[in-house]
């Protein structure tokens, strides 16, 4: 009996890191960088201009991240972009499975190239200088090392090398975001990073939102992102014979995008029970109270009445609408069920047996107009 029961928790465990893995290896469109990244030169061209700019989560191949940013480095005016990679044996005494190494021919033609050190370090890559003497700074000069280490963001060498950074830009292992997000919070650092959407409602992550510290990126929630994956039994399209896999993924920033600025348009409480397109958003059931909290429950970010100024509970996703200059959020019900305000929405939250333990089904933000 006892020997069945490790068995079997060797195959949860085994499970669990398969499942983690494919959470955590996601490859970044090169498009979906530039785009995010456009928005904040738009709203600041000189945003990246003598700053040194470390990717702490690439991988072994040149990323898209890498790539851009060592592609745009003199019209960004960088003074230095710093990129590095997580051994692939640390990948996999992590995991526990079996694990692809990428290698290109730009690492396997220098003269430093180990076969063995480069699954059992980590690599450095460095721009800052014209290497090949063609008059200006790009990809062609990039060069790299082995790093002492496996080039774990946590290591004193990889944080070393963020506290020399100003920014940091990465698609950080899903599965480490709230260590990830911890180790470069209250650094001072501008970042930008991809994230689960959940994660607004993490007890480490939303006081930031509330004080209006960090915000949603760029990107429009809706549809979520499509990166490229190395799973092939886990995939939701094929591109150009490149396997991919939609996430519920978004940009997390403090940096600042006009996006963000522009005010929701709303329409009163009346016009949205006579228009919305949301059929059951109607006189019956829209903008009941909580049982237990001064507020209202609006289901949808584009039924907010234009005519209400009390407290209202609204979708996570309303943070992609968020304008600070319209709206202040006041709290939440659920960052992860931590220093939460237990509301109830009367008479929509039931289960068979009637209400939920006094809880919602869904997370809400709770937000009231500025005056």
Not at 8 to 22: C, G, P, V, Y
Not at 26 to 45: C, G, H, K, S
Not at 233 to 261: L, T
Request: proline share 4%.
């Amino acid at each position: 009996m006892a020997m069945h029961k490790a068995v079997n928790q060797m195959a949860n465990t085994k499970l669990t890191n398969a499942r983690e893995a494919k959470q955590d290896e996601f490859y970044t469109q090169y498009y979906d960088i530039e785009r995010e990244v456009e928005a904040y030169l738009d709203y600041n061209p000189d945003v990246f201009r003598g700053k040194t700019v470390l990717l702490p989560c690439d991988d072994p191949e040149w990323s898209n991240f890498t790539k851009y940013f060592a592609q745009n480095f003199e019209r960004l005016g960088l003074k230095k972009l710093i990129s590095t990679s997580y051994a692939i044996d640390r990948k996999q005494e992590r995991y526990g499975i079996q694990l692809s190494l990428f290698e290109t021919e730009f690492e396997t033609r220098a003269p430093h190239y180990d076969a063995k050190k480069t699954r059992s370090h980590g690599k450095i890559f460095i721009l800052d200088r014209d290497e090949n003497s063609d008059s200006r700074i790009d990809i062609n000069d990039l060069k790299w090392q082995y790093l002492k280490g496996d080039g774990d963001f946590r290591s004193k060498e990889v944080t070393k090398l963020r506290d020399e950074a100003d920014v940091i830009v990465t698609n950080p292992p899903f599965s480490l975001f709230r260590e990830f997000f911890a180790w470069i919070v209250d650094t001072g650092k501008l970042f930008v990073m991809i994230a689960n959407k959940n994660c607004v409602t993490y007890k480490e992550l939303f006081p930031y939102i509330r004080g209006n510290k960090i915000w949603s990126g760029r990107r429009e929630w809706a549809g979520g992102m499509w990166f490229e994956t190395k799973y092939s039994d886990d995939v939701d399209k094929v591109v150009n014979g490149i396997d991919m896999k939609n996430v519920p993924a978004i940009w997390i920033s403090n940096i600042d995008h006009g996006r963000r600025h522009h005010p929701l348009e709303l329409m009163t409480m009346g016009d949205n029970l006579k228009y919305s397109k949301h059929k059951d958003l109607n006189a019956k059931n829209a903008y009941k109270r909580y049982d237990n909290y001064d507020a209202i429950e609006i289901p949808y970010t584009d039924a907010i009445p234009s005519d209400y100024n009390g407290v209202m509970g609204v979708p996570i996703s309303f943070l992609d609408k968020y304008c600070p200059e319209q709206f202040e959020i006041l709290n939440a019900n659920d960052y992860r069920r931590d220093n939460t305000v237990p509301i109830k929405p009367h008479g929509l939250i039931k289960d068979k047996e009637g209400a939920i333990d006094g809880k919602p089904t869904y997370a809400r933000i709770l937000i009231r107009k500025r005056q």
